[in-house]
């Protein structure tokens, strides 16, 4: 269970502990008496290829080949099982994110909140050795994150603090006095070595399938051979009830069990369309232009209007619920409630905020700090057309009303943009067994279908740490 406490405020969350439930079992085949059965290649930008290792040791390629493995060998091969876990020092967090300069901001930050209910203040400044005075103000952005931070601040604080003293308390967070003597090495990962976003900007050269032909692609015990633009044109999904490696361009990428993704950009979401099938949940992390993000050039960005384009009204379900994962960015907040939501007849319900908090339970980041609050919000509403087609059809349908500002507090992953899980906090809201998706996900849960260009990106096999096998 990736819930640890639930109180009336929310939910203290541990995203490592969800991570590793979904139990990362690799079924593989000792060599070398399999080694003959799988064909080699090189692997470079016109040649990628798919080692998807069952129970049965059989494997699919993807290479521009029709060579098949022999299979005569398959039953002597000496079965054994290898168990991977995330990697738990990227949630090591038992610091504040703070510095000095983060200090001396933050006193001086409350002197702008001062001025809220007085706008502008006069300063003197110098100009070619002659003083004059001069207003400044503050924009209507800065304005707008003030009120807004005003008028949460205390259901934060309040409800943050009443998780996390039920943390202390049962042990889940340590206070600092029994953490200081504990000290982690510094974490060597792979970056970039393989770039998804690139690899879907490559597969938009390749042959296309007709469209008709655009099916789920099964990884099943018995995969078969297919070509290489089969991942890029169809929905992957790994039925079996282990877990999957698949190599992409000589990087490595482990796919839970029951899960399911198409990797690709917004141009391409086609599939997931042609599958029919329609979702109870989708859950959104857009990227969200702002400075930074141009500044470090990160991640591409969408605009408002390439975001309003994703075709969510084909996607839901009737009653569906939409979560929406939004920065504390004013702008961001009144477009999906405003604009955003509207265009896809969804309704807004509920707001919620992810608090992010050290392993001591101390705030990432000072909770009036004026640059980085520790806090997100999320946007939760309802598809209401369908919704009321539905009710008409079913009277005795009942949906349980959505409770507004409540908080999910966790540990956050130290890899950007790494959200914590929202299945277990979303299921009294969603019918039993719903359909999932997630759209701009950067990777998988078993149970639910992942859409994105870095969908496979905290799949990467850096982030996991092989335990000792067992036959």
Same mark, same amino acid.
Request: aromatic share 8%.
């Given at each position: 269970?990736?819930?640890?406490?639930?109180?009336?405020?929310?939910?203290?969350?541990?995203?490592?502990?969800?991570?590793?439930?979904?139990?990362?079992?690799?079924?593989?085949?000792?060599? @070398?008496?399999?080694?003959?059965?799988?064909?080699?290649?090189?692997?470079?930008?016109?040649?990628?290829?798919? #080692? *998807?290792?069952?129970?049965?040791?059989?494997?699919?390629?993807? /290479?521009?080949?029709?060579?098949?493995?022999?299979?005569?060998?398959?039953?002597?091969?000496?079965?054994?099982?290898?168990?991977?876990?995330?990697?738990?020092?990227?949630?090591? /967090?038992?610091?504040?994110?703070?510095?000095?300069?983060?200090?001396?901001?933050?006193?001086?930050?409350?002197?702008?909140?001062?001025?809220?209910? #007085?706008?502008?203040?006069?300063?003197?400044?110098?100009?070619?050795?002659?003083?004059?005075?001069?207003?400044?103000?503050?924009?209507?952005?800065? &304005?707008?994150?003030?009120?807004?931070?005003?008028?949460?601040?205390?259901?934060?604080?309040?409800?943050?603090?009443? &998780?996390?003293?039920?943390?202390?308390?049962?042990?889940? &967070?340590?206070?600092?006095?029994?953490?200081? !003597?504990?000290? *982690? =090495?510094?974490?060597?990962?792979?970056?970039?070595?393989?770039?998804?976003?690139?690899?879907?900007?490559?597969?938009?050269?390749? @042959?296309?399938?007709?469209?008709?032909?655009?099916?789920?692609?099964?990884?099943? =015990?018995?995969?078969?051979?297919?070509?290489?633009?089969?991942?890029?044109?169809?929905?992957?999904?790994?039925?079996?009830?282990?877990?999957?490696?698949?190599?992409?361009?000589?990087?490595?990428? +482990?796919?839970?069990?029951?899960?399911?993704?198409?990797?690709?950009?917004?141009?391409?979401?086609?599939?997931? &369309? !042609?599958?029919?099938?329609?979702?109870? %949940?989708? %859950?959104? #992390?857009?990227?969200?232009?702002?400075?930074?993000?141009?500044?470090?050039?990160?991640?591409?960005?969408?605009?408002?209007?390439?975001?309003?384009?994703?075709? %969510?009204?084909?996607?839901?379900?009737?009653?569906?619920?939409?979560?929406?994962?939004?920065?504390?960015?004013?702008?961001?907040?009144?477009? /999906?409630?405003?604009?955003?939501?509207?265009?896809?007849?969804?309704?807004?319900?509920? =707001? $919620?905020? $992810?608090?992010?908090?050290?392993?001591?339970?101390?705030?990432?980041?000072?909770?009036?700090? @004026?640059?980085?609050?520790?806090? =997100?919000?999320?946007?939760?509403?309802?598809?209401?057309?369908?919704?009321?087609? +539905?009710? *008409?059809?079913?009277?005795?349908?009942?949906?349980?009303?959505?409770?507004?500002?409540?908080?999910?507090?966790?540990?956050?992953?130290?890899?950007?943009?790494?959200?914590?899980?929202?299945?277990? %906090?979303?299921? #009294?809201?969603?019918?039993?067994?719903?359909?999932?998706?997630?759209?701009?996900?950067?990777?998988?849960?078993?149970?639910?279908?992942? $859409?994105?260009?870095?969908?496979?990106?905290?799949?990467?096999?850096?982030?996991?740490?092989?335990?000792?096998?067992?036959?």
């Amino acid at each position: 269970m990736s819930v640890v406490h639930e109180l009336s405020p929310g939910w203290l969350l541990d995203h490592l502990a969800f991570i590793n439930k979904i139990s990362y079992e690799l079924h593989q085949n000792r060599e @070398p008496c399999c080694s003959k059965s799988r064909p080699t290649s090189s692997v470079h930008l016109d040649s990628l290829h798919m #080692d *998807s290792v069952s129970s049965f040791g059989a494997s699919a390629t993807f /290479v521009p080949s029709t060579s098949k493995p022999e299979n005569g060998d398959r039953g002597n091969c000496e079965m054994f099982i290898q168990k991977y876990v995330f990697r738990s020092e990227l949630f090591d /967090v038992s610091k504040p994110y703070i510095t000095s300069t983060i200090h001396k901001e933050c006193q001086e930050s409350k002197e702008k909140e001062d001025l809220v209910n #007085d706008v502008k203040k006069e300063i003197s400044i110098s100009v070619n050795g002659k003083k004059r005075k001069r207003c400044v103000a503050f924009n209507q952005g800065e &304005l707008d994150a003030m009120e807004y931070h005003r008028k949460i601040r205390g259901l934060i604080l309040d409800g943050s603090s009443q &998780l996390i003293q039920e943390g202390l308390t049962s042990g889940f &967070l340590h206070s600092c006095s029994e953490k200081q !003597n504990k000290c *982690s =090495e510094p974490i060597t990962l792979l970056h970039d070595t393989c770039n998804l976003s690139e690899l879907c900007e490559m597969a938009k050269h390749l @042959p296309s399938l007709n469209e008709m032909e655009l099916q789920t692609l099964q990884l099943m =015990e018995d995969d078969a051979y297919v070509t290489e633009q089969d991942l890029f044109s169809r929905i992957v999904e790994n039925t079996s009830s282990f877990t999957k490696m698949i190599t992409l361009m000589g990087q490595k990428y +482990l796919l839970p069990p029951k899960s399911s993704f198409l990797l690709s950009d917004i141009s391409c979401m086609h599939p997931l &369309l !042609n599958c029919k099938k329609t979702y109870d %949940v989708i %859950v959104i #992390d857009p990227p969200w232009q702002n400075k930074s993000v141009k500044r470090s050039n990160r991640y591409s960005y969408l605009s408002p209007l390439q975001i309003k384009q994703i075709p %969510v009204p084909k996607l839901a379900a009737p009653s569906c619920l939409v979560v929406t994962w939004v920065t504390n960015r004013q702008k961001h907040l009144r477009f /999906v409630k405003e604009e955003l939501y509207p265009s896809w007849s969804v309704e807004v319900v509920a =707001e $919620w905020h $992810w608090v992010k908090i050290t392993s001591s339970g101390e705030f990432v980041f000072p909770l009036d700090s @004026p640059h980085k609050k520790p806090y =997100e919000g999320l946007i939760l509403g309802r598809v209401r057309e369908k919704a009321a087609l +539905l009710l *008409s059809r079913n009277a005795d349908v009942k949906e349980l009303p959505i409770p507004d500002h409540k908080l999910i507090v966790s540990v956050p992953c130290t890899l950007h943009s790494h959200k914590p899980p929202l299945a277990e %906090v979303l299921k #009294d809201y969603i019918k039993p067994e719903g359909e999932c998706l997630e759209l701009f996900a950067r990777n998988l849960q078993p149970g639910w279908t992942s $859409w994105g260009n870095e969908v496979l990106k905290f799949q990467h096999m850096d982030y996991f740490v092989a335990l000792k096998s067992k036959s």
